[in-house]
């Protein structure tokens, strides 16, 4: 077991090796002429040079957001330019140089980095610090994050999930939300203003050090899970779930929203590729397409825990799979690019290669850019090769080699090139003068002033249930499941009992305890609810179409 464990470490790292190495080379290519753009029907936007420290520095990571780019040094410099227009938005350098190992993460106030252990949060609008921690943790991939929350994944294979600090517009801290599905009925409030002891809402640092380098109001831990995964890639992050992919192809997908302290609940049994995962997998909605040594890539529904359809490459997928709303472009080791529908993972092209009808071009590496005529795609010499979009047929080369960093823009129509000597420029097609965006903008509602909830809220029929007012006498002592059956007929809901919550705060046979129904005189359901589970020290969350029942914070002691 040992010696393949040991393989497929060296055949990982080796291809990690060989992708880093060409990353770094150092170049100083040229502006490409008029002639070459005429050619090829493309428009100069702008050009910009990120500041570096000679030879030995060059991009980390660079992405592309609506508006902005946001790219990191291997220094430790962050630039964030107006993807429009070039200009540069704001500039910093943070923590120790030579020391970035993660990609950037960012949401629409913050921009996240990792340098050593430490994480920085910087206001995205002016690049000042909002806050920053020291780790109790080792990090092994790069953060994610949403709207309120931040996960981080831990060398010894936990998820960790917790609060971001919440600002107002002046920048005067205002607490932190609550993951609580019920503030709509219940009219509890959403913000959590912590006590004055600061340090209870700190990460916790390592056995040993101090708190010196953490400043500002500090992230609040929601929950934590043991995986036994190998966590290197990026956690996928849906309105409802946290997802992780690891390194030898094992899924698992979580309840992004627990309140429970240190505790959360398996969406589903998991699943597993065949073989070894070597690039990070992409997300849309709720869809994880993971791409693997088994030569095959997964799409895998995380909400139902199922595999909705597998298409074989037919050679190690090397490149993360680029998504739109209707296609998926992903590349084979060996084969080239395929374009496959997202929705029934059929391919969609039929090239004549020499007579031999082929569903990849083969000439494509890597597709770094997308119209709606054109993809433009890397071979494995650096040279562009543009391909049309429509029937993957070949167009044209154009030698790129000398812009080494590849920068695939998974957002929009622009075309962007960097070289680690600091250029970058930004093209786009003559005929597209607005952006096209790959993936419909999903538009967030509610107010700076108040924020708003993320989590998942329960189907229409299950809100109906849970706001009818109704009329019950006072029943007769009975075990919880028995009760709970009782009003599912009644009723039409489903309840489930989170097991492994009860038993990290060792509860055991939550299902047994006794209970009897308070009398109900024309109050709502879930008021009703409350007042039956509270002295049992139970609370619930209704999510779709189940109500799911957690242990309270502080559960009541049994009489």
Known sequence: MRPLLLTFVLLLFGFTAE????????????????????????????????????KRDGYHDIQISENQIIAQTRSGTIIVFNSETGEVVWKTSFGKPYQVFFNL???????????????YAFDRKTGNVAWQSSFGITISAPPSVDKHHLFLSGSNGRIYCYALPLFKKNGEFLGYEKSDFFNRTTKKPIVEVPDDNSEANALVPPIGSTTARSRGPQPKIIWEFQTRLILNYPLLITDEIVS?????????????????????????????ADKAVIVPPSLYESIAYVGSMDACLHAFDLRSGKLLWRYTIGSTVHHRPFITDDEIFVTGERNGLVKLSRETGLPMWNINN???????????????????????????????????????????????????????????????????NGLIICMRDRDFTKPMLHVKKQVETGSDSVPTIDGPTPNENLKKILETKIKEDEGVEKPLQELLDEITKKYNVKFEINKKAFAAMMIDDADKKPIKASAADNIPFAVWLTGILDPLGITYQPVVDTILLFPSAKPMKDK
């Open 244 to 272: 992780a992919v690891g390194i030898k192809g094992d899924l698992v997908a979580l309840n992004k929203h627990s309140d429970i302290s240190h505790t959360t609940i398996e969406a589903n049994p998991g699943y597993s």
């Open 354 to 420: 020499n007579n031999r009808f082929t569903p990849s071009q083969e000439k494509s590496d890597r597709l770094i850019a997308a119209n709606s005529k054109f993809l433009y795609t890397l071979d494995r010499s650096g040279r562009m090769v543009i391909i049309d979009r429509n029937n993957g047929a070949y167009l044209t080369t154009w030698d790129v080699h000398d812009f080494v960093f590849p920068v695939v823009n998974r957002t929009n129509d622009r075309l962007f090139l960097a070289a680690n």
């Open 19 to 54: 992708a880093a190495d060409n990353l770094r080379i150092f170049s100083q290519p040229e502006i490409p002429s008029q002639e070459v753009l005429d050619r090829l029907n493309l428009k100069m936007m702008w050009r910009a040079f990120s500041p570096m420290e000679g």
């Open 105 to 119: 993460a960012f949401n629409d106030k913050f921009v996240f980095a990792v340098n050593e252990n430490d994480l």
